[in-house]
């Protein structure tokens, strides 16, 4: 029986990791024969994937001796997976919180990019039955109440915006116009909602989660069953959100004020 469930590697990223590893274990620069000896690569091939990686800044490069040690790109992907992880941490008993007290399942979303934004936390509560929404799955970055609410951080000239809000997806679309008074509403309260535009049936609720410079690169969000909200539950709920996303703000910046 073939084995198809062995994945298939892309071989030159694979010798790339490698020789990444060989040289963060290094005591001293590595020349090319070296690392080609050592990892049973083509020498050849090796110095290609060597400028390669220098040109990523990955690896540095000393033209005097002909050796190679790991460059500061490295320490920026390391750097931004530990941040990343940090973040996840600094904004977890939020959540739980969130999710006890208001009966929601709360989560965090993490900025993918100029268009996404990705879930990288979750808290869910004790009601039998509730939202799920799986780690991992992504999102376009201004749909529902999170993408207003990263809108209101943006800035974005009418065109612009109009151009993001005609690539979304809605199960009961509201207009452009009334999109764009949710956004200034969004600016002004510090949070937004969604009451089953996105998925009819469903409500959810966001604050945006801004650097030291003011640029939105999470939201705190909150989802439940449009039912299940009383009068008054929303507001508070959404107003807890706004007051914890600024908290997980103001800490991102090192307790500074952020730039407006």
């Known amino acids: 029986m073939a084995d198809s469930d062995s994945p298939k590697l892309v071989g030159a990223l694979a010798a790339g990791l490698k020789i990444l590893r060989y040289l963060a274990h290094a005591s001293s620069p590595v020349g090319v024969s070296l690392l080609a000896r050592e990892l049973e690569l083509n020498p050849s091939t090796c110095f290609n994937l060597l400028k390669t990686l220098v040109h990523e800044r990955l690896v540095n490069f000393d033209a005097a001796n002909k050796t190679y040690t790991l460059g500061i790109g490295m320490v920026e992907l390391a750097r931004g997976a530990l941040e990343q992880g940090s973040y996840v941490r600094l904004v977890r008993p939020h959540l739980e919180e969130i999710a006890a007290r208001h009966r929601v399942t709360a989560q965090l979303w993490q900025r993918s990019g100029d268009d996404r934004v990705v879930l990288v936390d979750r808290a869910d509560n004790d009601a039998a039955i509730r939202v799920h929404i799986s780690i991992g799955q992504r999102l376009p970055i201004y749909i529902a109440a999170l993408g207003r609410c ?54 959810t609720a966001s604050a945006a989660v801004a650097d030291a410079n003011g640029r939105a690169v999470m939201a705190i969000s909150a989802v439940g069953f449009s039912a299940q909200f009383k009068a008054g539950d929303l507001k508070a709920l959404a107003a807890d959100l706004r007051d914890r996303a600024q908290q997980v703000s103001k800490a991102l910046a090192g307790g500074r004020t952020q730039a407006a």
């Not at 809605?170 to 998925?199: H, L």
């Open 150 to 203: 990263m809108a209101a951080q943006e800035g974005l000239s009418q065109t612009a915006l109009r151009r993001e809000f005609e690539k979304l997806r809605w199960e009961d679309a509201p207009s452009f116009q009334a999109y764009c008074k949710q956004i200034e509403q969004a600016r002004a309260r510090g949070y937004a909602v969604d009451e089953g535009s996105y998925v009819r049936g469903v409500t």
